[in-house]
């Protein structure tokens, strides 16, 4: 509270220095920091020296490729005494803070800033193993290339999580080991794991050594090799006009929070960044209207803000305005989980458009809950139950707290029920189509054995005629030989007709019909069809004893009992 009243006294001070400035103002950038100063280079080369050290001192420690950021930081050095507990808040297109000449960065700004690298960086890791690590980094000593890491913080502040990262970047039997560990609480959070892969010890075993090491308070420092920066041949300056300057300032108010201030200044300037200001002071304001004609006046003089083309984008639901913020700062989530709210996901296609860009979303901001339950939502809507157990898996991990943890932890213990029926029913749709298939098989299989049957009636019978449909007689007390067996076929001879029975034994028994219209077929009103039965059925025949060995029948059939 005192450090903001005291910024409400002093930035409004700063704006005439400005102006009396003019050239006399410097930029430097390395990285994603440019620090402004009016007190001359060496200041500015050492502060801008120290921010680029410590993100390296993090990166070791992390074991990062580089340590990158959403949004630049922009340091304004002056003569004048600065508040030491200003963070880094967000202007109008960079974090901003002010410090003094003669003052160094306090511990306050260096939590902030670690705190604000660990976020644009990583996965969330337990609270205790991210404050511990942002407590340590706070007393980062540097001089040039060499970092001392360790000087302990004042006992009062000694958590466990201090001491356990102090213990584990400190100690030489870890050394280089905290990125393995880090890396593993990325992934899972589980930290036995991370304790195993990193260390080779349990969870319990590290600590019980933290404990002892907290109490014993004997905390050694260590040195890091930063990087080979010199701050003379890596640093170059700029001179600002005081345009630029002014720019600077006003930027600073407006992430200070001193709307009356940042308004006047703006008014004063003259450009894209001007309108763009103004516009997000009427936005925090719910000025819509004014806030809209502010953005597009920005937009119409080319302005090159990742926010004003968003905001703009957002409150027109533009998905061409979305995407040049996307592409203005391509490490912004926020363009992407915007441009995925804007389709309506009615359908798959919209549904899988939808899971790109919340995908991307999530790979750029991966602590934000709210695009992971976007994402598991969007999967469940499209039946990926399997990307949905991943969405909210990342969901848990994001989670801030334990209660939000585990509420997320119910809701994706909730989806089994919902995958199993999603399962089962898509496994009854995949059964109804195979038989579907099969029937659509049997169907042509069978219209295929029509068609050969009639073929077959044609050659057997070329005149056309039709068998005459035979008449319902039998005599009970038909005499003579019998054959009991399968009526397999019935081959047509012109006028006459041979009968194919398969007998128990394997055996097949043909038997002349010597007049078709005569046979007795007992108990069975069917007519006889030439060519295979469809339907194979249990006869028994009655005969004559006539064999013919031209046509290769045991005799002449009589009476035909269907069973």
């Known amino acids: 509270m005192f450090s903001r009243l005291f910024l409400l006294v002093l930035l409004p001070t700063l704006l005439p220095t400005l102006s009396r400035a003019g050239d006399q103002w410097i930029a430097l950038k390395s990285g994603p920091f440019e620090v402004f100063s009016s007190a001359g280079e060496k200041p500015a080369r050492e502060k801008l020296m120290f921010l680029e050290q410590f993100r390296e001192a993090l990166r070791i420690i992390t074991g990062k490729q580089e340590m990158r950021l959403v949004w630049p930081m922009h340091v304004i050095v002056s003569k004048e005494a600065t508040a030491d507990k200003t963070p880094f808040a967000l202007g109008r297109d960079a974090r901003m803070a002010p410090v003094s000449e003669s003052g160094n960065f306090s511990r306050d700004n260096l939590k902030d800033l670690a705190r604000i690298l660990l976020q644009d960086n990583t996965n969330r890791l337990p609270p205790d ?60 959070g589980d930290f036995e794991a991370a304790c195993h892969n990193a260390f080779e010890k349990s969870a319990a075993q590290i600590n019980q050594q933290t404990d002892a090491y907290l109490k014993a308070g004997n905390f050694a420092t260590t040195l890091i090799s930063g990087r080979a920066l010199s701050l003379t041949r890596d640093f170059k300056p700029v001179q600002l006009g005081s ?11 407006l992430a200070s929070g001193h709307a009356d201030q ?37 937009i119409d003089s080319h302005s090159t803000s990742a926010r004003a083309w ?34 309506p996901a009615i359908d798959k296609e919209n549904l ?78 995949l059964a109804d189509e195979r038989e579907a298939d099969l029937q659509r098989v049997k169907t042509q299989s069978e219209a295929a054995i029509h068609a050969a049957e009639d073929a077959a009636r044609k050659r057997l019978n070329p005149n056309g ?39 128990a034994d394997g055996k097949i028994v043909q038997l002349l019909v010597a007049d078709p219209s005569q046979i007795n077929a007992g108990g069975d009103e069917k007519a006889l069809a030439c060519g295979p039965q469809k339907q194979p059925r249990q006869v028994v025949v009655h005969y004559t004893a006539k064999p013919d060995a031209k046509l290769n029948t045991a005799g002449v059939a009589t009476a035909i009992e269907f069973h």
């Open 352 to 429: 899988e458009k939808r899971a790109v860009l919340l995908k991307k979303a999530v790979s750029l901001e991966p602590r934000n809950i709210d695009y992971w339950t976007a994402l598991a939502k969007n999967d469940v809507a499209a039946k990926d139950f399997a990307d949905a157990q991943k969405a909210w898996g990342g969901a848990e991990h994001a989670a801030s707290s334990d209660d939000q943890r585990e509420r997320i932890h119910q809701l994706r213990l909730s989806l089994q029920e919902d995958r199993f029926d999603a399962e089962a029913a898509e496994r009854k749709r």
């Open 262 to 298: 940042a308004s006047a200044a703006y008014k004063e300037l003259h450009g894209p960044e001007a309108s763009e200001g103004l516009a997000l002071l009427a936005l925090r304001d719910q000025k819509d209207d004014e806030a809209r004609m502010a953005l597009q006046d920005a």
């Open 243 to 253: 345009e630029d300057a002014r720019i600077a300032l006003a930027d600073l108010l």
């Open 129 to 188: 193993v991210e404050d511990g690590l942002i407590e340590l980094v706070s007393t980062l000593q540097i001089d040039g290339p060499r970092i001392t890491l360790g000087a302990p913080v004042p006992p009062a502040e000694r958590s466990r999580g201090w001491a356990l990262m102090h213990l584990v970047t400190g100690n030489p039997d870890y050394a280089g080991r905290s990125r393995v560990m880090i890396s593993n609480l990325e992934q899972s």
């Open 465 to 503: 005629a039709v068998p005459p449909k035979p008449e319902t007689w039998y005599h009970a007390g038909e005499t003579g030989p019998s054959v009991q067996g399968v009526f397999e076929r019935l081959d047509c001879l012109g006028n006459q007709a041979r009968l194919v029975i398969q007998v």
């Open 310 to 343: 968003f905001e703009l984008g957002r409150m027109q639901s533009d998905p061409d305005q979305l995407k040049k913020a996307s592409e203005l700062n391509p490490r912004w989530a926020a363009p992407q989980f915007e441009l995925a709210d804007l389709d």
